[in-house]
């Protein structure tokens, strides 16, 4: 199990990004939260088998999206963190 905090900037607040990471996370079996941040970005926590939180952190910075990602990403911010106990579900902040 991983857990990473990503944090995506660009115009990613009120276009259906943070429902759209939701259910790519779902999609991978990933728990966490997607939320707007007060700078403009989203941060993104994803908890998982490693290769899954990978794949949503690919997912989250294509330049050019191939799974119909709303808005547009100009940068991705990923940390790596110990993974949380009692986390469940993914949330949409």
């Not at 991705?76 to 949330?91: D, I, K, N």
């Amino acid at each position: 199990m991983e857990r990473a905090l990503v944090y995506v900037r660009g115009r990613v607040q009120g276009v259906g990004f943070r429902w759209w990471a939701r259910a790519r996370a779902l999609e991978l079996g990933l728990v966490g939260h997607a939320r707007n941040m007060p700078d403009g970005r989203v941060e993104v926590q994803a908890q998982g088998e490693r290769a899954d939180v990978e794949r949503l952190v690919e997912l989250l910075s294509e330049e050019v999206s191939v799974r119909s990602r709303p808005g547009r990403v100009d940068g991705v911010t990923t940390q790596w963190h110990a993974p949380r106990e009692g986390l469940t579900g993914f949330l949409e902040r």
